[in-house]
């Protein structure tokens, strides 16, 4: 399901247009496999954001940094690109 998105509620998905959601689980009913296997893909990509911004907010250099804000987005996008690569 695709729900359109203002460009300014989100900035990391600023240049995107839409936002793909999961399908629920009707009441009292169960997802087809086609609407199952559908979930899968968003799902695949939603979780290594996931781990790489839970591992960036464990981390204390980012909660004590005296370094200037551009140099800690660079520093996160970093971290964030080789967590993907893992």
Same mark, same amino acid.
């Given at each position: 399901?695709? !729900?359109?998105?203002?460009?300014?509620?989100?900035?990391?998905?600023?240049? #995107? %247009?839409? #936002?793909? $959601?999961?399908?629920?689980?009707?009441?009292?009913? %169960? +997802? $087809? +496999? *086609?609407?199952? $296997?559908?979930?899968?893909?968003?799902?695949?990509? =939603?979780?290594? #954001? %996931?781990?790489g911004?839970a591992?960036?907010?464990?981390?204390?250099?980012?909660?004590?940094? =005296? *370094?200037?804000?551009?140099?800690?987005? #660079?520093? *996160?996008?970093? !971290?964030?690109? +080789? %967590?993907?690569?893992?």
């Amino acid at each position: 399901m695709s !729900v359109p998105c203002p460009a300014a509620l989100d900035l990391p998905h600023a240049l #995107v %247009e839409w #936002v793909t $959601t999961g399908l629920k689980r009707p009441p009292g009913g %169960e +997802l $087809t +496999l *086609t609407q199952r $296997t559908a979930n899968q893909a968003p799902a695949a990509a =939603r979780a290594p #954001v %996931e781990r790489g911004m839970a591992r960036l907010k464990s981390w204390q250099i980012f909660r004590r940094s =005296r *370094t200037s804000p551009n140099r800690m987005s #660079v520093i *996160t996008e970093a !971290v964030l690109i +080789l %967590e993907r690569q893992r």
